[in-house]
Nanobody, 124 residues
Framework: QVQLVESGGGLVQPGGSLRLSCAAS????????MGWYRQAPGKQRELVAT???????NYADSVKGRFTISRDNAKNTVYLQMNSLKAEDTAVYYC??????????????????WGQGTQVTVSS
């Protein structure tokens, strides 16, 4: 069993900052890509940022220059530093990871895992 546990959401004023964290735990063999997605009320879930195991990053155009994704492979943790927050950043933020688990002595299985979501509200 694998779990992703997020933390760091909350209420912040426009222009403020928040840092989200997501820690993966359980029977993990290795973690490939990790990332953050968000879903605002009445909208589809959208990609915010992703990071590979080697550190290559990808961002949505709407957050480029304001958000920074990073990861600590030793801690199986991904972070999202969010600066210059805007009202339109308000959403539930979900952590995602592509994780390999060992199902036999020499066999791994790759699956997608999601966190439970953390609310980010940007409002004055």
């Amino acid at each position: 069993q694998v779990q992703l546990v997020e933390s760091g959401g909350g209420l912040v004023q426009p222009g403020g900052s928040l840092r989200l964290s997501c820690a993966a735990s359980g029977s993990i063999f290795s973690i490939n890509a990790m990332g953050w997605y968000r879903q605002a009320p009445g909208k589809q879930r959208e990609l915010v940022a992703t990071i590979t195991s080697g550190g290559s990053t990808n961002y949505a155009d709407s957050v480029k220059g304001r958000f920074t994704i990073s990861r600590d492979n030793a801690k199986n943790t991904v972070y999202l530093q969010m600066n210059s927050l805007k009202a339109e950043d308000t959403a539930v933020y979900y952590c995602h990871a592509v994780i390999l688990t060992l199902i036999a002595a020499t066999t791994t299985h790759e699956s997608n895992y999601w966190g439970q979501g953390t609310q980010v509200t940007v409002s004055s």
